[in-house]
């Protein structure tokens, strides 16, 4: 019998254990947070309890970081940085069985170099240490920029945010106001892209993803995980005469709830001083919320799949819908081939 000395000397056995890693697409569980970046992160700290009850799973130096559901789900809200806007800065996809050696081989197998900063198609390991609510030997996370910069971050499926290798050592949840809303987990993200074709193909081929429904003919959405999460990628249409081409960001997140009834999240909403939107067209405004109806040409209900979305304190925009919406059709937006 070999032993593990002879085997890791076996000639070319590492460097093809290494590219059969590589070659292997990343076992991704679901959305496991996002990251807000707030003019006032206090206020929005604020804003999220009182509408969610969401209680603070811990905090990482600025940064507070609430809960989602029964966890280890959560949002991660810091104030922003340099006089930037307000925006959902990144996201992190829960990863099963998650090694940093093994993620960063997946990368780099698809064009993701390792770098000191994150960039498009760059990675970024970092350390965090107790100061970081952290482990003591440093708590390792990986992020790395997509094709169009936008940052995605990898970790362990249990990730809270917290100590231990993998960040899934975090004390109890603090007490936090009841809320109006109870939330479940995340539904999805939609994401501007410079090239909608471009990222999905990336996606697919970097974590294994199937299209889970489509909301156009030429505007599938990619399923995240085993139940109905998914990620959309819009854009990439050339741009109307005369106006500049849309920079890539992640336009909104939703999450979703148990018995979804839009005209009683309207009031609770409202209760908490959000406003109807003045305007079908243009700027949303902060505090605001809107209906929107996806009819079927869109994938939606004949008579339309009501979709909630609201603004937060920044202007940041949400969505709220069902636990069993996956993007498809009927009233809930629950039916997916």
């Given at each position: 019998m070999m032993t593990l000395p002879g085997l890791a000397l076996a000639p070319g056995l590492v460097n093809r254990l290494f590219a059969q890693a590589a070659g292997q697409a990343l076992r991704v569980r679901g959305?496991?947070?996002i990251g807000l970046a707030s003019t006032d992160a206090k206020r929005s700290v604020e804003f999220y309890q009182n509408l969610f009850g969401m209680?603070?799973?811990g905090r990482q130096g600025s940064m507070t970081l609430l809960q989602m559901g029964a966890g280890p789900q959560f949002l991660a809200i810091a104030p922003v940085q340099g006089g930037a806007a307000p925006s959902i800065t990144h996201y992190c996809l829960g990863v099963e069985n998650f090694n940093v050696d093994r993620a960063l081989a997946a990368l780099s197998a698809r064009g993701v170099e390792k770098a000191p900063a994150i960039g498009p198609m760059k990675a970024l390991i970092e350390s965090r240490g107790p100061d970081m609510n952290g482990a003591k030997e440093g708590?390792?996370?990986?992020?790395f920029g997509d094709p169009d910069?936008?940052?995605c971050?990898?970790?362990?499926?249990?990730y809270c945010g917290g100590a231990g290798p993998l960040g899934t050592v975090c004390a109890a949840p603090e007490r936090a106001p009841k809320g109006l809303l109870a939330l479940k987990d995340y539904s999805h993200?939609?994401?501007?892209s410079s090239d909608a074709a471009?990222?999905?193909t990336f996606y697919t081929d970097l974590c294994g993803f199937s299209i889970r429904s489509y909301q156009g003919p030429t505007?599938?959405?990619l399923a995240v995980g085993p139940t109905v999460e998914f990620l959309m990628f819009t854009g990439g249409a050339p741009a109307r005469a005369g106006a500049p081409p849309r920079p890539a960001s992640i336009n909104h997140a939703c999450m979703n709830m148990d018995a979804f009834k839009p005209d009683e999240v309207t009031k609770a909403l409202e209760s908490v001083g959000l406003k109807p939107r003045e305007s079908a067209q243009g700027p949303v405004g902060p505090m605001r919320h809107y209906i929107s109806m996806r009819m079927e040409n869109r994938g939606g209900a004949p008579d339309g799949t009501p979709e909630l979305y609201f603004t937060d304190p920044d202007g940041l925009l949400m969505q709220l819908q069902d636990t069993t919406y996956c993007g498809g059709s009927g009233y809930l937006g629950d039916v997916c081939k």
């Open positions: 959305i496991n947070h209680p603070v799973r708590t390792t996370e990986l992020s910069g936008i940052v971050q990898l970790q362990d499926a249990g993200l939609t994401i501007f471009r990222s999905n505007a599938p959405t």
